[in-house]
């Protein structure tokens, strides 16, 4: 399992949040999300051998909320 912290600079609301969970929620190989609007960052825990982070960046993407950049946690 591996834990990340992505920069999403679109983040503004709990729209934002509900959208953004809900996508990464269905993904098979995440485990948990968690959006901190105030930052703007989003919280994720994962499985790298189930699911690449290059595939959540591109979900996110589609959704409307281009990664900044990604820190492990
Ligand atoms: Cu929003």
């Given amino acids: 399992m591996a834990k990340i912290v992505l920069d999403v600079p679109d983040v503004s609301c709990e ?3 509900r ?4 996508a ?3 993904l098979e190989g995440v485990t948990s999300v968690r959006v901190d609007i105030p930052t703007k960052k989003v919280y994720l825990d994962y499985d790298p ?5 290059e595939r ?5 993407d589609e959704e409307g909320y281009p990664v900044a950049a990604s820190h492990s946690a």
């Fill in 56 to 60: 959540i960046s591109a979900v996110l």
């Fill in 15 to 17: 729209h934002c949040e």
């Fill in 24 to 26: 990464l929620q269905s």
């Fill in 19 to 22: 959208t953004i969970t809900r």
């Fill in 49 to 53: 051998g189930r699911i690449a982070l």
